[in-house]
């Protein structure tokens, strides 16, 4: 578990989180620790510079002025050691008149000499905040002078800015690996879960689904996808279970008749006329057999998706015109009127399949003809339904029981009373592929008397 954890998607960006948090915190720390110590260098000259031109201004233009600036520098030198201020007056040949070097090299401009480099005279204590003196040389009248400061603010401010940068990025990665490690096993824990679940679906428990918890983030979207991509899975099994005790049940009856044709011609002494009529019955049977295959076949292809590259746009009202027309001499021929297609105003476009759509209409239209009792009146409405196309198929036939209009879409599956009329049973289940391999929703419901199929289109383009 805890190599799959570090192993885990979650983990490895927590990971990334901490490097990202610690190149960042030592940019701000850099650029902060620059700024500072910038800032406290510049005070810093500047409190050396006031203090040096303070005491050559003692100095004067006076011709004892010299004296009494080493009395005042060597005054300074005595109490120096405590704020770590460093004095050095020399004459113009570089001999030390006054402070608390012995000696010291003269440069330009301003330079850090550690303590190490300066021959101090005196006690000086060794703990010392800072390491290095900041100082310069001043030309005066008679000699040089040397100023200098020790660098201990500066010293106390990095080491503290120092201490907050590694308390910080310590931190940081603490927290940091704390949440990925409590995220990561949170997040391994429902993978984990997904995993069991997918591991059982393929064990053959259909019935399993993935928990879902009530924050809707990226994995539970997962979840959702995975648990529809189930219950499809699970429907077709089970259409397929179904669908198999079906066929063996529909295609018993008709090999059985065939086979009891067969045994009687052949057991009997039947004219050449008995074994032709036996023989006919026989391939009628097997064609009805074959179609119901073929029709299967078809649906099974429809059902995968197989056709959508053949998708254009298809305007619903001239198709639904023709279909009706066709059909009306065939209504009227079992005692039934089909009404003229109503329409309302403007073009119902769908993206479709144009030769599937008009045999989903064909099949409704003629089930509606075949199953109803005579005299019956069919009519067939297009409209809009929320921005959306709708279909209606209205009859006043005997309609479908409330409890068994679900089952109306399943393969093979036949009402009692509808047993006695020619079919196989697969007009509406191949309605239903085609209306969902176009995202069309089919509802029936009673048109008192009757039936009420409507088709609702996902969209109008």
Known sequence: MRHRLTRGTAFRLAALVVVIITLVNSVIFSALYYSLSTQLTAHLRAH??????????????????????????????????????????????????????????????????????????????????????????????????????????????????????????????????????????RAQRRIGQMEEVLNAVASGALDRRVPRVSASDDIDHVAALINAALDRLQRLFENLRQLSVDIAHDLRTPISRMRQRLEHVRSGGDSIEAYREAADASIAEIDNIAETFDALMRISE??????????????????????????????????????????????????????????????????????????????????NGGGCPVVRIRDTGPGIPAEERENVFRRLYRLEKSRTTAGNGLGLSLVAAIADLHGARITLADNEPGLLVEIWFSSSV
């Open 48 to 185: 050396i510079d006031e203090v040096r031109k303070t005491l050559i201004d003692v100095q004067g233009k006076e011709s004892d002025g010299f004296q009494e600036l080493a009395a005042m520098i060597e005054s300074h030198a005595r109490v120096a050691k405590s704020d770590e201020d460093i004095y050095l007056l020399t004459d113009s040949s570089g001999k030390r008149i006054a402070g608390n070097v012995a000696s010291l090299q003269r440069f330009e401009g301003w330079r850090s000499i550690p303590w190490n480099n300066l021959n101090l005279l005196g006690d000086w204590s060794p703990h010392r905040a800072s390491d290095a003196v900041i100082g310069r040389w001043t030309t005066i009248n008679g000699g040089y002078l040397f100023v200098g400061d020790g660098n201990g603010d500066i010293r106390d401010a990095q080491r503290l800015q120092l201490n907050g940068l590694m308390w910080g990025i310590g931190l940081s990665v603490i927290c940091a690996i704390i949440g990925g490690w409590f995220l990561g096993s």
């Open 302 to 383: 429809i059902e995968a998706g197989a056709r959508k590259n053949r998708f254009a746009d298809v305007d619903l009202k001239p198709m639904l015109t023709n279909i009706v027309d066709a059909l009306e001499a065939v209504a009227e021929e079992r005692g039934h009127r089909l009404h003229p297609l109503i329409a309302a105003e403007g073009a119902f476009i769908v993206h479709a399949d144009h030769r599937l759509l008009n045999q989903l209409f064909l099949n409704l239209i003629e089930n509606a003809i075949v199953h109803c009792q005579e005299p019956a009146d069919i009519s067939v409405e297009v409209t």
